[in-house]
């Protein structure tokens, strides 16, 4: 169905529902010189593309973001749903230009329960505030994607973001009880209740959990929490083979260990994140990979005895002298190293893949990775979360040709995901298909499971309106 273009008349509307100050076009921009700042609504963190919205809306509460539905629906008006801007697969680029809606004003914490360990938030609350704030009563909330500090927890629901503790504690969706959800049509929804168990009916929250706002926009969360753990180790584990680092993450598992933890990091990824900080780094010629391992919990004698057990299953490898943190600065100080890889790889032009595969063979999807690399002539730096198998792996422009980086990766970028199914696995863990990786889907899902999906897709939204473009 063809989207129309807005009117003058609804600019008007949209001013009375939402106010003329949190109504911004490209025009009104200009006049106030801050062009700059509304070109930034039409791109994100992928890579370097830009579209161009006709207008950006900034409501405050479920009741506006409801009328500007209805209102979109009505006139056939595209609509991307963007927080922080922090996607990595183009999820929030208005690919159809129309309206970008805004969920930054809905920012409160509306209640932490800590007699039920959960708490009621809104999606434009960013991640670490809120783990910062649930810590304050002694509670834990562990999904931790690397932009913590910037990102909304509604861009993580959109995707069922991990980061580094989704290794023992899981994912977004693993937190999810309960979700306030503004369909395309403007009706107003709650997908469950605020229980541990629901066994009442089809499971909409779970399908709203990494929908990348195609199906509706959440407005309110509940999360289940858990105690905090008081006690880490950190352990930076360097080895001289990278095949042996992928095969020890299963064996740390096999073992009995569960980390709180476990990144795996080849050499380049960390001299290009030290270079980044500016820290001096000194990584012996012979090392070419390292994991860095954490484990928590409440007990510290007993989290002693598990760092016993791993440093008896890295004795079997080709490892060198493994750093034991000593000090919470020490700790703070290889996790910024990890977390700001992917910030060093932004500073070159690069393109991002999100591999998953299960922990075991990440060892065969390394190799596989660095050999289509030299075939087609890209270097690769490579990191991630090796604890649940999710490798990402960034293809860096370099000397590459315009032919080559914008047409020919395609093929590579095929054989990578290609070989992620192949083992198993698929094309992304939690950065979502979005506008960018939607070529490569039909790589890892069936058109049957395509076309159930679309199906859902209908029945939400019958206009089509909401974030179009992206996964299909």
Request: aromatic fraction near 6%; charged fraction near 20%; proline fraction near 5%.
């Amino acid at each position: 169905m063809p989207f129309n273009a807005l009117t003058p008349e609804l600019l008007v509307a949209f001013e009375a529902i939402v106010g003329p100050a949190h109504v911004l076009t490209a025009q009104r921009a200009e006049a106030a010189a801050t062009a700059d700042a509304y070109a930034d609504y039409g791109r994100d963190h992928t890579e370097d593309l830009h579209f161009a919205p006709d207008v950006v809306l900034r409501p405050a509460n479920a009741d506006e973001i409801s009328q500007i539905l209805r209102l979109c629906h009505a006139h056939h008006i595209p609509v991307t749903p963007r927080g922080a801007g922090t996607g990595l697969s183009g999820g929030a680029l208005p690919v159809e230009h129309g309206v970008v809606l805004l969920t930054e004003r809905l920012n409160k914490i509306i209640q932490i329960d800590e007699r039920n360990l959960q708490a009621t938030v809104e999606p434009g609350v960013v991640n670490e505030a809120f783990q910062n704030a649930v810590k304050e009563v002694g509670l834990f909330y562990p999904p931790d994607p690397a932009s913590k500090g910037s990102c909304f927890l509604g861009g993580n629901l959109a995707h069922s973001s991990g980061g580094p503790k989704a290794v023992k504690y899981g994912t977004t969706r693993d937190y999810v009880l309960n979700l306030q959800v503004v369909l395309p049509t403007g009706d107003v929804i709650w997908t469950a209740a605020n229980t541990l168990k629901n066994s009442t009916g089809y499971n909409l929250t779970q399908l709203m959990v990494g929908s990348e706002g195609t199906l509706g926009i959440i407005t309110q969360v509940v999360f289940r929490l858990l105690p905090y753990p008081q006690h880490n180790i950190l352990m930076l584990v360097p080895f001289r083979q990278e095949a042996q680092a992928a095969e020890a993450v299963s064996a740390v598992f096999r073992a009995g260990i569960i980390p709180s933890g476990m990144e795996f990091m080849e050499r380049i990824a960390m001299e290009w994140s030290a270079r980044y900080l500016g820290i001096p780094l000194t990584v012996p010629d012979d090392v070419r990979a390292h994991l860095l391992i954490e484990l928590d919990g409440q007990d510290l004698d007993q989290l002693y005895k598990e760092a016993e057990q791993v440093y008896a299953v890295l004795e079997r490898y080709d490892v060198g002298e493994i750093l034991l943190a000593d000090t919470a600065a020490q700790k703070d100080e290889l996790w910024r190293i990890r977390r700001n890889i992917g910030n060093s790889v932004k500073a070159a032009v690069y393109k991002e893949e999100d591999t998953v595969v299960p922990r075991a063979e990440l060892g065969t999807l390394l190799k596989g990775v660095k050999e289509i690399g030299a075939r087609y002539g890209f270097q690769s730096v490579c990191y991630g979360h090796v604890g649940d198998g999710n490798l990402h792996v960034n293809i860096i422009r370099g000397e590459l040709s315009d032919e080559m980086w914008n047409v020919g990766l395609r093929e590579p970028i095929s054989e990578i995901f290609r070989l992620c199914v192949k083992l198993g696995g698929t094309i992304s863990g939690e950065h979502g298909i979005g506008l960018v990786q939607k070529p490569y889907i039909g790589i890892a899902v069936g058109e049957v499971n395509l076309e159930l999906m679309r199906g859902i897709k209908r029945v939400f939204d019958p206009h089509g309106i909401l974030n179009p473009g992206k996964i299909f």
